[in-house]
């Protein structure tokens, strides 16, 4: 996207609350636009549907940000991103980004072995779309549901004994099926940025750990290489589809400490079903 300098509308979509962790990764790297962020908070999670509701519920979302006038869209969930992303680019006519590549890619980049662990949720796990990227890139891959960690994130439990014994577990069970000679662990889900402080004690030294979300907001300053989007402060507009003030609630452990109050100002209830 060259040559269309004005400062860029770029919509993120997840199934909820966690994509503000992709959220905050590109507006740190590209605080110069405006961010419209929609999140499903009435219908996640999408980790556990099947691709016929994914695919479904995110188009409806992408059309809804389309609608509203976004230059382009980052599918921040990694669940819809790998499930659907097809089925919502051609619900748009605007370009569209998932997390998916930008992790596989940010997992080759470092990857000696070229054996990879990926934690995401059941369904990711089960479309095997990190397994078939980093296929591309060479890998063998092990791929791990860890579909408690959702509810513990959301719970609020970041660094907790119960939250450490689960990842502990997952990680065991991942590497059971890996050799030693795995050196990167991609984390495929949105929340699971949250936890790296608390992975990096538990997963093996010799592991590095990738976060799709910060690769994701890397690939989006390529893709908009042309603007300057480095100086200047963002804009953001939040549209949720259940409670905004459980949105507004659970919204500053995602966004991170240093989220300033006047980010969550203006945060909207969309009703998908009254716009189509
Ligand atoms: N946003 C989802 C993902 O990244 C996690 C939460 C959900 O299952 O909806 O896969």
Redesign the pocket.
């Given at each position: 996207m060259t040559g269309n300098l004005h400062r860029p509308t770029i919509g993120v979509f997840?199934?909820?609350v966690?994509?503000l962790t992709v959220l905050r990764a590109i507006a740190r790297l590209a605080p110069n636009a405006n961010y419209l962020f929609f999140g499903d908070t009435a219908r996640?999670?999408?980790?556990?549907?099947s691709q016929e509701f994914v695919a479904r519920y995110s188009s409806a979302a992408a059309r809804f940000l389309a609608e509203r006038g976004i230059d382009l869209l980052v599918i921040?969930?990694?669940?819809?991103?790998?499930l659907a992303l097809y089925d919502i680019k051609s619900a748009v006519s605007i370009p569209v980004i998932g997390?998916i590549e930008p992790g596989a890619d940010a997992a080759a980049a470092i990857s000696q072995s070229r054996e990879a662990v990926v934690f995401?949720?059941e369904?990711?796990c089960a479309s095997h779309a990190y397994q078939r990227a980093l296929a591309r890139r060479g890998f063998a891959t092990h791929e791990k549901a860890c579909p408690l960690l959702?509810p513990l994130v959301e719970e609020g439990w970041i660094d907790t004994p119960v939250t450490e014994q689960v990842a502990r577990i997952y990680t065991i069970e991942a590497l059971r099926t890996a050799s030693s000679n795995v050196d990167v662990l991609v984390l495929?889900?949105?929340?699971y940025p949250l936890l790296r402080p608390l992975l990096r004690r538990v997963v093996p030294q010799r592991i590095e750990i990738v976060d799709s979300a910060e690769a994701t907001a890397c690939s989006l300053l390529q893709f908009l290489r042309g603007h300057d989007l480095t100086a200047g402060a963002p804009t953001y507009k939040f549209f949720v589809t259940d409670s905004v003030e459980k949105f507004r609630k659970q919204a500053p452990v995602f966004l991170g400490l240093d989220v300033e109050l006047s980010t969550l100002e203006d945060v909207q209830r969309a009703d998908l079903d009254a716009t189509r």
């Amino acid at each position: 996207m060259t040559g269309n300098l004005h400062r860029p509308t770029i919509g993120v979509f997840d199934s909820g609350v966690g994509g503000l962790t992709v959220l905050r990764a590109i507006a740190r790297l590209a605080p110069n636009a405006n961010y419209l962020f929609f999140g499903d908070t009435a219908r996640l999670p999408y980790g556990t549907k099947s691709q016929e509701f994914v695919a479904r519920y995110s188009s409806a979302a992408a059309r809804f940000l389309a609608e509203r006038g976004i230059d382009l869209l980052v599918i921040g969930c990694n669940t819809a991103s790998a499930l659907a992303l097809y089925d919502i680019k051609s619900a748009v006519s605007i370009p569209v980004i998932g997390v998916i590549e930008p992790g596989a890619d940010a997992a080759a980049a470092i990857s000696q072995s070229r054996e990879a662990v990926v934690f995401a949720t059941e369904a990711t796990c089960a479309s095997h779309a990190y397994q078939r990227a980093l296929a591309r890139r060479g890998f063998a891959t092990h791929e791990k549901a860890c579909p408690l960690l959702v509810p513990l994130v959301e719970e609020g439990w970041i660094d907790t004994p119960v939250t450490e014994q689960v990842a502990r577990i997952y990680t065991i069970e991942a590497l059971r099926t890996a050799s030693s000679n795995v050196d990167v662990l991609v984390l495929g889900c949105t929340h699971y940025p949250l936890l790296r402080p608390l992975l990096r004690r538990v997963v093996p030294q010799r592991i590095e750990i990738v976060d799709s979300a910060e690769a994701t907001a890397c690939s989006l300053l390529q893709f908009l290489r042309g603007h300057d989007l480095t100086a200047g402060a963002p804009t953001y507009k939040f549209f949720v589809t259940d409670s905004v003030e459980k949105f507004r609630k659970q919204a500053p452990v995602f966004l991170g400490l240093d989220v300033e109050l006047s980010t969550l100002e203006d945060v909207q209830r969309a009703d998908l079903d009254a716009t189509r």
